[in-house]
């Protein structure tokens, strides 16, 4: 059985966007909460502060889409590669 390589890039990216934007969005709300989260992904994230503006969250929230799906991809493409 091999793993989708477009399924796997979707749901890795969308499920760590979605992660990121909700901690970025309830830390914008409630400034206390998701704080050492976020300090670990803006570590990460060249470019990437937390500010407490909902541009922040935005950038956050792409930086994730993109690496959710490169590492979708990447452990997609290994599973296939180990499964023949």
């Known amino acids: 059985m091999k ?3 477009k399924a796997s890039m979707l749901a890795a990216g ?3 966007a979605l992660t990121v934007f909700f901690v ?3 830390n914008f709300l409630w400034p206390s ?3 050492a989260f976020l300090d670990m992904v803006s570590s990460v994230y ?3 502060k937390v500010a407490g ?3 922040s969250v935005i950038v956050g ?3 994730a889409l993109l690496d959710g799906a490169l590492l979708g991809a990447l452990f ?3 599973y296939n590669c180990f499964a023949k």
């Open 3 to 5: 793993l989708s390589l």
């Open 14 to 16: 969308i499920f760590w």
């Open 24 to 26: 970025g969005f309830v």
């Open 33 to 35: 909460y998701g704080g």
């Open 46 to 48: 060249p470019g990437y």
């Open 53 to 55: 503006t909902f541009g």
């Open 61 to 63: 929230t792409l930086y």
């Open 76 to 78: 997609s493409w290994l």
